[in-house]
């Protein structure tokens, strides 16, 4: 089956730090997506990042970068020099296919970045 | 700009009233999901329509149905909300049925009295 483990429930730190963010999986299948979302204080999940299990690259995007790692099953997720306006929920997903195409959610990170 | 949305943002009801939330979208995507999302959780996903072919989780309660009228809009009905339905509710589409990007809309937060 699968799953997906954030460890950590919530991370505080102080503005223009760094921080990772970090998410496990588990899965049986050779081909899957692992997703990252960002859930704000106004509900809305907002998609950041899709990676397919063929691609190892790490990606870049402005202050956000993604580590994946297939040997530990990881994909973290790190924001450098990070603001107030990144403080929320952080979610990591793993799609899989029953009977259409669905995701397992960790069960997220709060991130609070205080100025 | 192409988008989901969700009306209402907010929804109060009575409890064993009946209510509806509804689900629109402009990206034209086959695919249309509902998920419940309690306070502090992640969000558990009720069903989904791949076009008109509708999939229902098997711990969905039966309270819960949903309406795909058309490409456009998907309906969750909740036959009589309890108290525990309290949560917020997200509408996601992907454009179909192979491992695509979901892609939510901003939720309705519903409140059973």
């Known amino acids: 089956a699968q799953k997906v483990t954030q460890a950590q429930t919530e991370i505080s730190v102080v503005e223009k730090e760094d921080v990772t963010l970090d998410c496990v999986y588990e899965?049986?299948?050779?081909?899957?997506?692992l997703f990252w979302y960002k859930q704000p204080p106004s509900g809305e999940l907002v998609f950041l990042i899709r990676?397919?299990?063929?691609?190892?690259q790490n990606e870049i995007s402005g202050r956000y970068s993604w580590n994946f790692q297939k040997s530990t099953s990881s994909f973290n997720f790190t924001i450098t020099a990070s603001q107030v306006v990144d403080s929320a929920v952080y979610f990591c997903?793993?799609?899989?296919?029953?009977?259409?195409?669905?995701?397992?959610f960790g069960a997220g990170t709060i991130l609070r970045v205080k100025s | 700009d192409a988008m989901v949305i969700q009306n209402p943002r907010y929804q109060v009801t009575q409890f064993g009233k009946p209510v509806t939330l509804s689900c629109s979208q402009t990206?034209?995507?086959?695919?249309m999901y509902w998920y419940q999302q309690k306070s502090s959780q992640a969000p558990k996903l009720l069903f989904h329509?791949?076009?008109?072919?509708?999939?229902n989780e098997a711990d969905t309660p039966d309270n819960f149905q949903s309406r795909r009228p058309n490409t456009s809009f998907c309906f969750l009905d909740i036959r009589s909300p309890g108290l525990g339905d309290a949560a917020m509710y997200l509408c996601?589409?992907?454009?179909?049925?192979?491992?695509?990007?979901?892609?939510f809309g901003p939720g309705t937060r519903l409140l059973v009295l």
């Open positions: 990206l034209n995507h086959n695919v």
């Open positions: 899965t049986r299948d050779t081909t899957y997506y």
């Open positions: 990676r397919n299990s063929f691609d190892e």
């Open positions: 329509y791949y076009d008109k072919d509708f999939n």
């Open positions: 996601a589409t992907s454009r179909d049925a192979r491992e695509e990007t979901q892609y």
């Open positions: 997903a793993l799609s899989y296919m029953e009977y259409g195409n669905k995701l397992v």
